[in-house]
């Protein structure tokens, strides 16, 4: 089998505040074997704040990054959903419109760059849950016990509503999580929004959102929340005792990202996966894999 | 000769990159508000929103704080049975609003993403630190310790970066943007 090689965009979360997803997501593609290839001078993805400002900006921003990956010949993938939902927008404005793509070109020959439109873009889950028989036979050191609420959030799944995918029932997550032998719970609230930045513009109301998402899980029976987004994660986790303060609740949810569920199914050693970076503890089935591998 | 754009051509303008139908394509049916997961904290609700744009009724629209409280998650945008963007148009009202100066001044957003551009002009990658400037000042003082509480928490566990991140051609990136929109001096 050829090793599958992918133009790597880890974004500006995940080299600090999110490091834990982009240790484990190296350290799982290695596991997996596959290639990421960190794209060469990448830059901000623009966020949401971009397109608040300038759409033509926001979109040249996404596209210098999609030039490169073109030069290298490699498909993009991103961990993170917010630059993984820009990166793909721009991708289908730029295939089919002429004007916008001419337009960008001309501002990418400053950096002697130059995109035709041939770069897939991918979100890391997509890639990581592809081949299901490939991650279970690696996983040898199954999650047995740990209930996992897969929470999808927004921006893998929406806006892309004509491609053809089921946006309103995926299953892939699920799958995933079962496939490395944990249980995924059924979690009603799954594609709801987490709140993003309103955490920073709208405290009151993504704190809120919070509260609900918290309450669904512990409803759903989950141990542990598994997350795929750099935003949702800090959200969840690093705002929940002031969800705690605000409502009166006392919230203790666990929050990790899927990748650090999967290399410790995969025996990587917890420090390796950026796992002891959280607020919140691993649940009691997450440390006993955790102890399992420390013994090996 | 001159000729008058109306609002609503306005709105429309704003939103060039998208596929999405036009406002005037809305039925009212209402699944937009009552999808959208912020619409409680909303002063007008998505549905009466795109009424008053189709109606003219621009000031109204700007005094509106509705635009800049989405979150972008997008569900209204994948159930509009009318196929209108609408979590696209609330980006481009809060455009609108950005480019003329004029928002309720209470709302963090404007800064906050302001900030975020300048940001990203000058290194090219974002850094929470400088972000954080942009609306520390607006939270009360027990927010504000939280804030801090919560700053120090990451600190802690190593998840803020002491110093902002730059990419290697960041001259080229300077003169990249310039051909778009001539800020960064």
Redesign the interface.
Known sequence: MTKKTFAYFPGCSLEKMAESYHLSTVEVARVLGMELKELEDWNCCGATAYFHVDELLAHTLCARNLAMAEKEGLDLVAPCSGCYKNMHACNKHLQHDRDLSDHINFALEEDNLRYDGKVNVHHLIQVFAEDLKEVKSKATNPLAGLKVAPYYGCQILRPRKYEGENVDEPRYFEDLMAAIGATPVDFLFRLRCCGAALIITNRQAALSMVRNLLQNAIDSGADVIATACPLCQVNLECYQEMVNTEFGTKFSVPVFYFTQLMGLSMGIPPKQLGIGTEFLSPPPAMLAACRKVAVV | MSTTVSFRQEIAN?L??V?GNPVNACMQCGTCSGTC??G??MDVRPQRLIRMIDAGLKDKVMATRAF??C?????C??RCPRGI?I?ELM?GL??YT?WRNQYPED????A???T??KN?VRT?????PV?ATS?FFTLGLK?ML?EA??AT??ML?????VLP?R???LE??K???????PIGD
């Open positions: 704003l060039h990159a596929e997961p912020v409680d904290f800049w409280y979150a972008s998650c997008y569900q945008t994948v963007d979590a980006y809060k455009r950005i709302l963090i957003g404007p906050f993403s302001e975020f551009v990203i090219g990658r974002s850094y929470e972000l609306y927010e939280a509480q919560n928490m990451l566990k190593g998840r803020l970066p991140a990419i290697k051609r080229n990136f003169r990249m943007i310039k051909r778009i929109i």
